[in-house]
């Protein structure tokens, strides 16, 4: 399916949708409260049905959060690319997909351990690469201070 | 019946028996520890508990240049170096809008296809190796050497090249590449049906993998199993055909796919990939343009305009994604590493639960995870 194509079913389903600049993928910021519905109208309807999730990553932008998800179908072969911004930096919170994409829910602990958003709703919501007892916060935060292990440039 | 007495008894009839395979171990061939819950000899769960190998890749990459993350992104899954290399080298000329000579495309896919060789030969001493036949181990590095032999005449290592860079290839490459490369394929083909007698049609073998561990195309879709475990189940997704990239719109093959999805039907996918490597490798050194140009014209200091890019590309065990987002100075400012063996990991929980030990050793053979590639 051809990205104009797309976009005029993305805001057929989701009128709230706002789209970003992106040569690659159609890019989309979705609000969060809609996110988790959205996310199942997209792998479950017949003419979209984007059943792979092939990344789930979180950046840091000082200010929030943004998770990204990037979607494609195996059916069709279109692609996107879900963005989802949390609403501050005290306390991040974000519904989670790992009922609707199997493989979310490994990814989404990840995201956990590094970067301390949590998902609401998860099966599991536990460090996966660190141990239990690392207090000293969330390595992946651009505020992350280690004076003995890392050196600032 | 006292408290006590109905304690024990209860312990006795239910008892919880829970052993700890690794994190040293000879079989998971890395640092990976699974704490398996046995009943007897039977696997009632299993949970993977990754972490040990983790360096902090993505972390570190914030603080270096785009030349200087090529030779970190190495050591991820180093069995496929060069798929890895080519991945990030992708990425950046892609946001740059930079074109590499015709040559440098080619050299990067039979550097690619001979990797996927060597991986795969690898792979198959080891799992022959762990499931008894230890001649296997012998033979596969036997020939796997032969391999190595071309990387070490060319780059100067083995196994860690850091050769495909950003802009094209490290320097030239040998003037003995091509024969090297024919001569290689002659040798491997007369080989290749030894390596059938050994394991292929051996009957224990087969008994002990054939309806072993099924994964159904469902399961790799939704746990997103890519590479020869993903396509023996039926998911067809192999990135030199979705998205092709270097030189593979220029050759002819055919993507490996079965539909049965047990142990066995991995094992034959990737016998079948080392033969489909050989005749890419035979189009590309056919086809291969000649002359000297090994890089295109790059600024000395390499900065990113500001935006977000993806790049997916086909290692020996998967799809690796690379996403890079950059705020315009000469480090990035987010470097995601999507590994394959991230996500081919999690699904042994529900393919081993209900078979005995020894059968979690062939799954997870089967499955071919390479252990810092899941911890980065």
Request: overall charge negative; some cysteine; hydrophobic content about 35%.
């Amino acid at each position: 399916m051809e990205q104009e194509q797309l976009k005029e079913k993305i805001i057929a389903l989701l009128p709230e949708a706002e789209f970003n600049v992106n040569k690659q993928y159609l890019d989309i910021n979705v609000p969060s409260d809609k996110m988790h519905a959205f996310v199942k109208l997209l792998k479950e309807s017949d003419d979209l049905k984007l059943d792979y999730l092939f990344c789930l990553s979180g950046v840091d932008w000082k200010t929030h959060f943004t998770i990204v998800y990037h979607l494609t179908s195996t059916f069709f072969g279109h692609s996107l690319v879900l963005k989802v911004k949390t609403t501050g930096r005290e306390n991040p919170e974000v519904a989670s997909v790992a009922d609707i994409y199997a493989t979310a829910e490994f990814h989404e602990r990840e995201v956990y351990d590094l970067m301390g958003i949590k998902f609401s709703d998860h099966p599991d919501m536990r460090r996966l690469f660190l141990d239990e007892t690392f207090i000293e916060g969330f390595p992946l935060r651009k505020d992350y201070k280690d004076e003995i292990n890392i050196i600032e440039r | 019946m006292s408290e006590e007495k109905k304690v024990i008894v209860e312990l006795n009839e239910n008892p919880e028996y829970i052993i700890n395979m690794g994190p040293q171990h000879p079989s998971t061939h890395g640092v990976l520890r699974f704490e398996v819950s046995l009943q007897g000899e039977m696997v009632k769960y299993l949970i993977p508990h990754c972490g040990y190998v983790h360096r902090g890749i993505e972390k570190m990459c914030e603080s270096l240049t785009y030349p200087q993350i090529i030779h970190l992104t190495d050591r991820l899954d180093y069995l496929s170096a060069h798929m890895n290399n080519e991945a990030v080298s992708l990425c950046v000329e892609n946001a740059l809008e930079i074109e590499v000579p015709e040559r440098v495309k080619y050299i990067r896919s039979i550097l690619s296809e001979l990797n996927r060789i060597a991986s795969h030969q690898l792979w198959w001493s080891a799992f022959g190796m762990d499931l008894g036949g230890l001649t296997c181990f012998f033979y596969g590095l036997r020939d796997r050497e032969k391999i190595l032999d071309i990387f070490e005449e060319s780059f100067g290592s083995r196994l860690l090249h850091s050769f495909i860079v950003p802009g094209g290839l490290m320097h030239d490459i040998h003037p003995n590449f091509k024969k090297g490369i024919t001569d290689f394929i002659k040798y491997f083909r007369k080989k290749l049906p030894e390596y059938n007698r050994f394991l292929t049609g051996n009957v224990i073998f087969q008994a002990r993998t054939k309806g072993l561990g099924i994964l159904s195309k469902e399961d790799a879709i939704n746990y997103g199993i890519t590479g020869p475990s993903g396509r023996a189940s039926g998911f067809s997704c192999d990135i030199r055909k979705i998205e092709p990239y270097s030189a593979y719109p220029y050759v002819d093959f055919k993507e490996i796919l079965y539909t049965e999805g047990d142990t066995f039907y991995r094992y034959v996918a990737r016998m079948d990939e080392m033969v489909e490597s050989m005749n890419i490798l035979e189009q590309l050194v056919d086809k291969m343009p000649d002359g000297n140009e090994y890089t295109a014209k790059m600024k000395p200091v390499i900065k990113l305009p500001e935006g977000e890019y993806y790049q997916r590309v086909e290692t020996a065990r998967g799809e690796l994604g690379v996403y890079i987002v950059s705020d315009g100075n000469k480090t990035p400012y987010r470097l995601k590493l999507r590994t394959p063996n991230f996500s081919n990991l999690f699904i042994m929980n529900k393919l081993a639960s209900g078979f005995k030990i020894a059968d979690l050793v062939a799954i997870s053979g089967s499955l071919d995870l390479v252990i810092p590639d899941i911890d980065r």
